[in-house]
């Protein structure tokens, strides 16, 4: 890895960004690596992080999971976990012990066990020459709650029209349900103390829950959620396409949890997603774990107003 600094110290947040990832606090942000990072996840103190090295949706499969060892506040050591993924790949967390890569452009779900062996499952039947139609979800963020499992379908809005919709799944990824949100071009789940689904209604500049909240929280593009006990931190980003993202501006807001605004911190970059460095976040399945929250599905009610 090309490390800049390996010092966290005062830092709150790991953002992933195409421009590396950064460590910030609410006085302000540093660089803590080179490198087109999109996935992250906390493994108690340590940092997993999902790195694309090639464009997105070049098939090279030079994708590949890295872990910064942390102890202190400080970077101590790093390591290549698994290697030879596809660039395309979002969100990664772990549920259990087994770490899941949200391999998106492939349309696949991939769970790497401790001693890095890959089992690949296909909810949603696809090959790449539907990119664009009905087949082509996008997904592009997981989180387990119980036996179950969430996918946000992004469903490329775009392309298709189709506002993007959470997918409840088993635990061995079968498509239980699948409903329509209020927001499009979605991204990110949390899981509330209510048992509702929190998101970014990305393309509308919102957070927007399962129990029909729907908070503005920026002009721009909202990308990148942690829920902490007190704090929110959602990124924002411009409005652009793809091949021109990696050198936008872009902010991280913080909110309490009436979503009302507290500070924003100026970013060199748009988040691709961003975690509680102390794990405490909604937005982790084991945290949820943790906690024991129970998802409110029979109640979820979703509107499109």
Known sequence: MRLVTRDLNDCDYIIATRQGLLAAGTEGWRRIAHGQYYGLTMDGSDILAFEACDRPRIPTRMGRIVRLRVNDARITDTEVFVSGLDNGCHQIDLIGDTLVVVDTYRQRILEIAPDATVKEFQPFPFTREQSGTADYVHFNSVLACDDRRLLLLH????????PSEIALLDASWNVLERRSMAGTGCHNLGL???????????????????????????NLMTRGLAVGQDV????GSTFSERENRDGEPAVLHLLDRGYRPLSSLSLPAPPTEIRRLDGNDLSLSPHVAARGLTLSWPQVTFSTA
């Open 232 to 235: 929110i931190a959602v990124g």
């Open 155 to 162: 469903n490329d809005f775009g392309r298709t029209g189709r």
């Open 192 to 218: 509330l103390e209510d048992g509702s689904i929190l998101s970014c209604g990305s393309l509308e500049g919102t957070l927007i829950s399962t129990t029909g909240m729907q908070a503005k929280v920026s």
